[in-house]
């Protein structure tokens, strides 16, 4: 399975963007999918999630402004975010748990695309 990201840029203070991580490949099904964030010099850390039913959950910082969504026709998993802040610049990846048809369960993350808000 691979994972291709895409939708980040440089946008101003309380500016728009929305990401999309695409999944390819042996795909038999996909269960959760996700967003993470890696600023300079910390950890990753979660941003958004989604279930295969369409349950989200966020990250505090990011509550109200977030929002995850996902196309399981297409694979593929979205994050809208709006009124962007200077501290949400950060590479963003996407994640996927992917179920073989064996049952066996595996973790995906996409290549990270960056997003950079200005002040």
């Known amino acids: 399975v691979q994972l291709q990201a895409s939708g980040g840029g440089l946008v101003q203070a309380g500016g728009s963007l929305r990401l999309s991580c695409a999944a390819s490949?042996?795909?038999?099904?996909?269960?959760?999918m996700g967003w993470y964030r890696q600023a300079p010099g910390k950890q990753r850390e979660l941003v958004a999630t989604?279930?295969?039913?369409?349950?989200?959950d966020y990250a505090g910082l990011v509550k109200g402004r977030f929002t995850i969504s996902r196309d399981n026709a297409k694979n593929t998993v979205y994050l809208q975010m709006n009124s962007l802040k200077p501290e949400d610049t950060a590479v963003y990846y996407c994640?996927?748990?992917?179920?073989?048809?064996?049952?066996?369960?595996?973790?995906?993350w996409g290549q990270g695309t960056l997003v950079t808000v200005s002040s």
């Open positions: 994640n996927v748990d992917h179920v073989a048809w064996t049952g066996r369960r595996d973790n995906y």
């Open positions: 490949g042996r795909i038999f099904s996909i269960n959760g």
């Open positions: 989604i279930s295969s039913g369409g349950t989200t």
